[in-house]
């Protein structure tokens, strides 16, 4: 059983910056592949980003390639979500997802809350 939490959310003004996190629980957390996702009023969700168990790969989504950057400090169980250059259409509900085997070719096991990102045009 993994428990995730998100924080870091809030109100940015396009073109700024902002970091999520995303604490986990447990003791195995460097055996979970993680990734982000969002979800947009009216809009189905959306993945984001995707980083391995070491960390060593990562993959993005085609609307966040070059301005997000997902992280993993394994020894603070936590995945981060760094955003830059963040625009309008970034505005959604985001939330990180654990699973052992992946989180992009099937539908991760463990889900967090969400956290609300609102940026401002």
């Known amino acids: 059983q993994v428990q995730l939490v998100e924080s870091g959310g809030g109100l940015v003004q396009a073109g700024g910056s902002l970091r999520l996190s995303c604490a986990a629980s447990?003791?195995?957390?460097?055996?979970?592949?993680m990734g982000w996702f969002r979800q947009a009023p009216g809009k189905e969700r959306e993945f984001v980003a995707h980083i391995s168990r070491s960390g060593g790969h990562t993959y993005y989504g085609d609307p966040v390639k070059g301005r997000f950057t997902i992280s993993r400090d394994n020894a603070k169980n936590t995945v981060y979500l760094q955003m830059s250059s963040l625009k309008f259409e970034d505005t959604a509900v985001y939330s990180c997802a654990a699973d052992p085997v992946s989180v992009i070719s099937k539908n991760p096991v463990y889900w967090g809350q969400g956290t609300q990102v609102t940026v401002s045009s």
């Open positions: 447990g003791r195995t957390f460097s055996s979970y592949v």
